[in-house]
């Protein structure tokens, strides 16, 4: 049971990958789940698109794509997350690039916890989780 860290075309973002998955793991634990396998795979805008393609059936471009494949209280999932996107997200939301990289990787996490995003009031309930989530990762 890991959380690995890749990296697909681009560079390897550089973070504390140890102090992160010990944030991952307690948000988890928090929403009453453990974390099995999960992967984040850091790529570009052109790669996210493909993905979005080839699997989704969307063609456009997105920050995250989350491929769920967990099992009752045991989180494990796929995590492709576009660092164009998230540097252009952080532009618009007027927030640092640090902030809308760890909003991100949170992001991922709270799906694969079964919170979504689709209505209005789905994504009201996300931003508060990744709020609480954030403000955890601020107080280690």
Known sequence: MAITYQ???ITMPSFP???????IRKVAG??????GDISYIFCSDKYILE????YLNHDYYTDIITFDYSEDKVISGDIFISLD????????YQATYEEEFYRVI???????????DKTPEEE???????NKALE????K
């Open 51 to 54: 993905i979005n393609k080839q």
């Open 136 to 139: 955890v990762r601020e107080k």
């Open 106 to 116: 949170i992001h991922g996490i709270l799906h694969l916890c079964g919170i979504n």
């Open 124 to 130: 009201k309930r996300m931003r508060e989780e990744e």
């Open 30 to 35: 928090q929403q009453g789940k453990k974390t």
């Open 7 to 9: 990296s697909e075309g």
């Open 85 to 92: 996107t998230v540097k252009t997200n952080a532009e618009k």
């Open 17 to 23: 990958k140890r102090k992160t998955t010990e944030w």
